[in-house]
């Protein structure tokens, strides 16, 4: 489909997974250690990458969550500003913002129930279209509020 930015689209992306833990980000020390495993993982790929830490210095990486927990990252950030290192004061980790998830689940699911409709399949560019296009079945749900960060849930298959 033609648009504006096709040639940015064309690019490759890449993903870095972080890696899952079972951690409580309700309590400080969790956060410490959350941060901590953040920060060792930036500073790994950033020498890796390119031989140093200076990108990540000047760049640093925002780090988001929900009101409460970014209030809890903040709060455990203060608790690390006397550090002598960067990395030990969690420098590289800033600013943390607050990240309105409930909002967006509402506003995905009021999209997906104003633009789903199984009589623009030969519309290009709808959501229809693209489940014929890849020929798979979609059912789109809307337990937002039990399932975590996402309004509506995408069922393929």
Known sequence: MPHPHRK????????????????????YEDCISIMNSYE?????????????????????VTLGGDQLTRVRMQDAKDLKALSTTAQGR?????PVVCELWHLKQD??????KTFYEKATAA???TLQSFNNSEKKR??????VKLQGPLSASVRCG
């Open 107 to 112: 506003f995905l699911e009021k999209l997906c």
């Open 90 to 94: 969690l420098a590289h980790l800033e």
């Open 8 to 27: 940015e689209m064309a690019d490759k992306l890449f993903i870095f997974q972080l890696p899952l833990q079972f951690k409580n980000e309700s309590k």
């Open 138 to 143: 979609c059912e789109w749900e809307s337990k």
């Open 40 to 60: 060792s993982t930036l500073t790994k790929l950033f020498q890796d990458a390119h031989g140093n830490t200076d990108l990540l210095d000047k760049y640093k």
């Open 123 to 125: 519309e290009q560019g």
